[in-house]
Protein backbone atom coordinates (compact mmCIF):
# COMPACT_ATOMS: atom_id res chain seq x y z
CA UNK A 1 0.00 0.00 0.00
CA UNK A 2 1.43 2.87 -1.30
CA UNK A 3 -0.59 5.71 0.86
CA UNK A 4 -1.85 7.47 -2.04
CA UNK A 5 -5.38 6.86 -2.13
CA UNK A 6 -7.93 7.10 -5.66
CA UNK A 7 -11.74 6.79 -5.96
CA UNK A 8 -13.57 5.29 -7.77
CA UNK A 9 -11.50 2.28 -8.80
CA UNK A 10 -14.14 1.78 -11.50
CA UNK A 11 -16.32 4.25 -13.53
CA UNK A 12 -18.09 2.91 -16.81
CA UNK A 13 -20.02 6.44 -18.49
CA UNK A 14 -21.48 6.97 -22.33
CA UNK A 15 -19.57 9.25 -24.52
CA UNK A 16 -20.21 12.72 -24.01
CA UNK A 17 -20.28 12.55 -20.47
CA UNK A 18 -17.80 14.52 -17.68
CA UNK A 19 -16.40 12.34 -14.82
CA UNK A 20 -14.49 13.30 -12.27
CA UNK A 21 -11.10 11.24 -10.45
CA UNK A 22 -10.55 11.75 -6.80
CA UNK A 23 -6.90 11.60 -5.06
CA UNK A 24 -5.65 12.00 -2.06
CA UNK A 25 -1.77 11.95 -1.57
CA UNK A 26 0.28 10.21 1.11
CA UNK A 27 0.23 12.38 4.47
CA UNK A 28 2.94 15.17 3.96
CA UNK A 29 3.32 15.12 0.52
CA UNK A 30 3.12 18.52 -1.56
CA UNK A 31 3.14 17.32 -4.79
CA UNK A 32 0.59 15.59 -6.93
CA UNK A 33 0.86 14.02 -10.54
CA UNK A 34 -1.95 12.49 -12.44
CA UNK A 35 -0.96 9.67 -16.01
CA UNK A 36 -3.07 8.50 -18.25
CA UNK A 37 -1.83 4.69 -19.79
CA UNK A 38 -3.66 3.39 -22.07
CA UNK A 39 -4.11 -0.40 -22.77
CA UNK A 40 -0.46 -2.00 -22.99
CA UNK A 41 1.18 1.76 -23.58
CA UNK A 42 3.54 3.47 -20.97
CA UNK A 43 2.64 6.65 -18.47
CA UNK A 44 1.18 9.21 -20.13
CA UNK A 45 2.15 12.46 -17.86
CA UNK A 46 -0.81 14.68 -18.09
CA UNK A 47 -0.05 17.41 -15.41
CA UNK A 48 1.63 18.16 -11.86
CA UNK A 49 0.37 20.09 -8.78
CA UNK A 50 2.85 21.20 -6.29
CA UNK A 51 1.25 22.93 -2.97
CA UNK A 52 -1.81 23.95 -4.64
CA UNK A 53 -0.40 24.97 -7.82
CA UNK A 54 0.14 24.15 -11.59
CA UNK A 55 3.75 23.13 -11.68
CA UNK A 56 4.30 21.42 -15.29
CA UNK A 57 1.85 20.10 -17.83
CA UNK A 58 2.30 17.34 -19.91
CA UNK A 59 0.07 15.35 -22.91
CA UNK A 60 -2.98 16.43 -21.49
CA UNK A 61 -6.25 17.52 -23.71
CA UNK A 62 -7.97 20.82 -23.38
CA UNK A 63 -11.22 18.51 -22.70
CA UNK A 64 -9.36 17.64 -19.31
CA UNK A 65 -8.36 19.79 -16.33
CA UNK A 66 -6.99 19.21 -12.84
CA UNK A 67 -7.17 21.18 -9.56
CA UNK A 68 -5.53 20.51 -5.74
CA UNK A 69 -7.50 21.56 -3.18
CA UNK A 70 -5.92 23.35 -0.22
CA UNK A 71 -5.78 19.79 1.53
CA UNK A 72 -3.88 18.71 -1.11
CA UNK A 73 -6.17 16.25 -2.78
CA UNK A 74 -6.33 16.62 -6.52
CA UNK A 75 -9.41 16.21 -8.76
CA UNK A 76 -9.14 15.23 -12.43
CA UNK A 77 -11.98 16.18 -14.25
CA UNK A 78 -12.52 14.71 -17.93
CA UNK A 79 -15.27 16.21 -19.88
CA UNK A 80 -16.52 15.16 -23.66
CA UNK A 81 -15.45 11.63 -23.65
CA UNK A 82 -14.82 10.09 -26.63
CA UNK A 83 -14.35 6.46 -26.41
CA UNK A 84 -10.16 6.81 -26.63
CA UNK A 85 -10.47 8.03 -23.01
CA UNK A 86 -10.80 4.52 -22.17
CA UNK A 87 -7.64 4.25 -20.11
CA UNK A 88 -6.26 3.46 -16.37
CA UNK A 89 -5.84 6.96 -14.70
CA UNK A 90 -2.88 7.25 -12.11
CA UNK A 91 -2.72 9.77 -9.30
CA UNK A 92 0.77 10.01 -7.91
CA UNK A 93 2.58 11.77 -4.80
CA UNK A 94 5.89 13.23 -3.89
CA UNK A 95 7.71 15.24 -1.00
CA UNK A 96 8.50 17.93 -2.82
CA UNK A 97 7.93 17.13 -6.87
CA UNK A 98 11.27 15.91 -7.88
CA UNK A 99 11.83 12.73 -5.90
CA UNK A 100 10.25 9.56 -5.60
CA UNK A 101 6.55 9.13 -6.71
CA UNK A 102 4.43 7.16 -4.95
CA UNK A 103 1.56 5.88 -7.51
CA UNK A 104 -2.26 4.94 -6.32
CA UNK A 105 -4.05 1.94 -7.34
CA UNK A 106 -5.21 4.13 -10.35
CA UNK A 107 -8.98 4.58 -11.40
CA UNK A 108 -9.88 2.27 -14.90
CA UNK A 109 -11.82 4.65 -16.89
CA UNK A 110 -14.18 2.77 -19.74
CA UNK A 111 -16.06 5.50 -22.28
CA UNK A 112 -19.01 3.13 -24.10
CA UNK B 1 10.62 18.04 -26.11
CA UNK B 2 12.65 15.05 -24.03
CA UNK B 3 12.27 11.53 -25.48
CA UNK B 4 13.05 8.49 -23.26
CA UNK B 5 12.93 5.64 -24.98
CA UNK B 6 13.51 1.70 -23.35
CA UNK B 7 14.46 -1.59 -25.46
CA UNK B 8 12.78 -4.07 -25.69
CA UNK B 9 9.45 -3.18 -25.78
CA UNK B 10 8.78 -6.61 -24.59
CA UNK B 11 10.92 -9.84 -23.48
CA UNK B 12 10.17 -13.66 -22.38
CA UNK B 13 12.42 -15.77 -21.13
CA UNK B 14 12.75 -18.95 -18.81
CA UNK B 15 12.89 -18.78 -15.02
CA UNK B 16 16.45 -18.88 -14.37
CA UNK B 17 17.49 -16.83 -17.74
CA UNK B 18 18.97 -12.83 -17.20
CA UNK B 19 17.23 -10.31 -18.52
CA UNK B 20 18.81 -6.94 -19.63
CA UNK B 21 16.74 -3.56 -20.27
CA UNK B 22 17.93 -0.69 -22.02
CA UNK B 23 16.94 3.00 -21.08
CA UNK B 24 18.09 5.73 -23.63
CA UNK B 25 17.09 9.60 -23.10
CA UNK B 26 17.62 12.32 -25.63
CA UNK B 27 18.64 14.68 -23.09
CA UNK B 28 21.16 14.56 -20.44
CA UNK B 29 19.11 13.67 -17.46
CA UNK B 30 20.19 14.68 -13.93
CA UNK B 31 18.78 11.83 -12.04
CA UNK B 32 17.04 8.53 -13.36
CA UNK B 33 14.60 6.69 -11.45
CA UNK B 34 13.45 2.68 -12.23
CA UNK B 35 9.84 1.37 -11.48
CA UNK B 36 7.90 -1.61 -12.09
CA UNK B 37 4.53 -2.62 -13.29
CA UNK B 38 2.75 -6.15 -11.86
CA UNK B 39 0.23 -7.02 -14.11
CA UNK B 40 -2.89 -5.15 -12.97
CA UNK B 41 -0.89 -3.21 -10.62
CA UNK B 42 0.53 0.30 -10.07
CA UNK B 43 4.20 1.52 -10.31
CA UNK B 44 6.27 0.97 -7.59
CA UNK B 45 9.66 2.63 -7.35
CA UNK B 46 12.45 0.48 -7.21
CA UNK B 47 15.22 2.93 -6.91
CA UNK B 48 17.20 5.87 -8.18
CA UNK B 49 20.36 6.56 -9.37
CA UNK B 50 21.93 10.13 -9.38
CA UNK B 51 25.93 10.13 -10.43
CA UNK B 52 27.63 9.30 -13.32
CA UNK B 53 28.22 5.89 -13.64
CA UNK B 54 26.73 4.84 -10.64
CA UNK B 55 26.11 1.43 -10.37
CA UNK B 56 23.55 0.28 -7.77
CA UNK B 57 22.45 -3.64 -6.70
CA UNK B 58 19.10 -4.50 -5.12
CA UNK B 59 19.33 -8.77 -4.67
CA UNK B 60 19.20 -10.26 -8.17
CA UNK B 61 19.13 -6.79 -9.45
CA UNK B 62 21.87 -4.11 -10.99
CA UNK B 63 21.13 -0.85 -11.72
CA UNK B 64 23.28 1.27 -14.08
CA UNK B 65 23.34 4.68 -14.71
CA UNK B 66 25.47 6.02 -17.91
CA UNK B 67 28.81 7.91 -18.43
CA UNK B 68 26.84 10.98 -19.96
CA UNK B 69 23.77 10.28 -17.70
CA UNK B 70 21.63 9.85 -20.98
CA UNK B 71 20.86 6.57 -20.32
CA UNK B 72 20.45 3.35 -18.37
CA UNK B 73 20.19 -0.54 -17.59
CA UNK B 74 18.47 -2.91 -15.47
CA UNK B 75 19.78 -6.27 -15.35
CA UNK B 76 17.81 -9.03 -13.60
CA UNK B 77 20.40 -11.76 -12.89
CA UNK B 78 18.82 -15.40 -12.63
CA UNK B 79 14.69 -14.43 -13.16
CA UNK B 80 12.21 -16.04 -11.37
CA UNK B 81 8.46 -16.06 -12.15
CA UNK B 82 8.05 -13.04 -9.59
CA UNK B 83 10.06 -10.94 -11.64
CA UNK B 84 7.06 -10.61 -14.18
CA UNK B 85 5.60 -7.10 -15.19
CA UNK B 86 6.44 -3.75 -16.69
CA UNK B 87 9.54 -2.02 -16.14
CA UNK B 88 9.73 1.79 -16.48
CA UNK B 89 13.03 4.04 -16.23
CA UNK B 90 11.96 7.52 -15.67
CA UNK B 91 14.36 10.62 -15.85
CA UNK B 92 14.26 14.51 -14.82
CA UNK B 93 16.48 16.63 -17.76
CA UNK B 94 18.37 18.79 -16.28
CA UNK B 95 16.44 21.71 -17.92
CA UNK B 96 13.55 20.77 -17.01
CA UNK B 97 12.96 21.49 -12.78
CA UNK B 98 10.42 18.82 -12.08
CA UNK B 99 9.05 16.85 -14.82
CA UNK B 100 10.05 13.46 -14.46
CA UNK B 101 9.52 11.75 -18.10
CA UNK B 102 8.75 7.88 -17.71
CA UNK B 103 9.85 5.64 -20.73
CA UNK B 104 8.16 3.72 -23.20
CA UNK B 105 8.68 0.16 -21.08
CA UNK B 106 9.78 -2.97 -21.24
CA UNK B 107 7.17 -6.03 -20.29
CA UNK B 108 8.84 -9.11 -19.03
CA UNK B 109 7.30 -12.25 -18.99
CA UNK B 110 9.18 -15.19 -17.15
CA UNK B 111 7.59 -18.91 -17.59
CA UNK B 112 9.09 -21.78 -16.32
Known amino acids: DSGVTQTPKHLITATGQRVTLRCSPRSGDLSVYWYQQSLDQGLQFLIQ???????AKGNILERFSAQQFPDLHSELNLSSLELGDSALYFC???????????FGPGTRLLVL | GQQVMQIPQYQHVQEGEDFTTYCNSSTTLSNIQWYKQRPGGHPVFLIQ?????EVKKQKRLTFQFGEAKKNSSLHITATQTTDVGTYFCAGINTGTASKLTFGTGTRLQVTL
Open chain 1, 92 to 102: ASSVDGVETQY
Open chain 1, 49 to 55: YYNGEER
Open chain 2, 49 to 53: LVKSG
